[in-house]
C-alpha cells in the first residue's frame, strides 16, 4: 500500500432509508485510496455509488460500516472536528447554484474565510487568489450580482468559493457538467493547474470520457455499490473486454482506435491522447499508401 495516503476508504457500506420498504444500499464494501497530490477519476453507471461515495470525503455521511480516514481524521470517532475536515476538503456540487447564496460574487468567495475568522485582508487576498485561478477578474467582477451569472460562470464562483477555504484536497461532482465546449476546456484547465501546479489532491466524478481521459491519475470505475476496477486511463481503455463486462464508456479517440483494429489494423489501442490516437492513424495512413503504390 502506498505511503503517502491522504484518503483511504476501507470495506465502506452505506444503505438508504435502511428499514423501510424504500431501503436502498448505495455501497457494499467497496474500497478505495488516494495518494497526496494524485488526481483520481471516479467513474460508473447511474446508481453505482459515486455520489455516495465523495460524500463521505468531507463528512456529509459518516460511515455506517468500514473505515474512512481523510488526511488521518478518522470519520468513524463521535468527537470528529467537522469544520477542520470541511477546511481541508472542499466539495463542489454538480449544481453550482446549490453552493452559491449571497447576492455578489465577491460576498459569496468570502463567505468560506470570514467564517473561519480570518482578517479582512486575508480574506480579500484570498477572495482575489481564488477568482484570478478560476478566471474570473478581481476588479471587473466582485461587485457583479451572482443572479445575472451565466452557468459556467456559476461554476468558477462555486468553485472559488471552495477555494477560498485553501482546502489539501478538492472534490469535483460533474465539473462541466451543462458548460458549453470553450467553458468546459477552460475549466479542465484550471482543475489540471490546481492539481499539477498548486499541488492540490483532486477526486472528480464524471461520465464524460474525454475529461477523464485528460485529468486522471488513475481511475476507480464503481459498478452495484463497489469498486471494480482500477488503474490508470492507459490501462482501463486498453482493455477491451473489461470496458464491455462493465460497459465502460471510453474517449472518442479510443472508439477510433478500436474501429480500426476491427476493420484488421494494427494500431495500439493504449494511445488514448489525441496526439498518440493521430500518430496511430498516420501510421496505418501510410501503410495503405504503401501498399497502393506497391500494387
Known amino acids: 500500500m502506498p505511503q503517502n495516503l491522504i484518503i483511504e476508504v476501507e470495506n465502506l457500506s452505506h444503505t438508504y432509508m435502511k428499514g ?30 459515486k455520489s455516495t461515495m465523495i460524500q463521505h470525503f468531507n463528512g456529509l455521511m459518516r460511515p455506517e460500516t468500514g473505515k474512512v480516514i481523510i488526511g488521518g481524521e478518522d470519520l468513524s470517532q463521535k468527537k470528529l472536528d467537522l469544520k477542520s475536515l470541511r477546511r481541508k476538503v472542499g466539495l463542489v456540487f454538480q449544481n ?7 447576492k455578489l460574487i465577491g460576498d459569496d ?20 487568489w481564488a477568482m484570478e485561478v478560476v478566471g474570473l477578474d ?7 450580482q451572482t443572479f445575472a451569472l451565466s452557468g459556467g460562470q456559476k461554476r468558477k464562483v462555486a468553485l472559488a468559493g471552495i477555494l477560498a477555504l485553501k482546502p489539501k484536497i478538492l472534490v469535483l461532482d460533474e465539473p462541466t457538467a451543462g458548460l458549453d465546449p470553450r467553458s468546459r476546456n477552460e475549466l479542465l484547465d484550471k482543475i489540471k493547474f490546481l492539481n499539477k501546479v498548486e499541488g492540490l489532491t483532486v477526486v472528480f466524478v464524471s461520465h464524460n470520457m474525454e475529461e477523464v481521459a485528460y485529468l486522471a491519475d488513475r481511475i476507480y470505475v464503481m459498478a452495484g455499490g463497489t469498486d471494480v476496477l ?23 479517440t479510443v472508439q477510433v482506435l478500436y474501429r ?3 476493420l484488421g489494423y494494427s494500431v495500439n489501442t493504449a494511445a488514448f491522447t489525441i496526439s498518440e490516437a493521430a500518430d496511430e492513424i498516420i501510421k496505418v495512413l501510410a501503410g495503405r499508401e504503401e501498399g497502393n503504390h506497391v500494387q
Open 20 to 49: 423501510t420498504p424504500m431501503e436502498h444500499t448505495a455501497l457494499k464494501g467497496t474500497n478505495m485510496y488516494v495518494e497526496e497530490g494524485e488526481c483520481i477519476a471516479i467513474i460508473g453507471h447511474t446508481g453505482s455509488g
Open 96 to 102: 453550482p447554484e446549490d453552493q452559491i447564496f449571497e
Open 138 to 144: 478581481f476588479e471587473e467582477m466582485k461587485d457583479r
Open 230 to 252: 482500477t488503474g490508470t486511463p492507459k490501462d482501463i481503455f486498453s482493455d477491451k473486454e473489461k470496458l464491455q463486462r462493465y460497459q465502460i464508456g471510453t474517449p472518442e
Open 260 to 262: 480500426l483494429t476491427d
Open 109 to 128: 468567495i468570502a463567505y468560506g474565510p470570514f467564517k473561519l475568522g480570518l482578517p479582512l485582508k486575508e480574506v480579500r487576498e484570498r477572495v482575489k
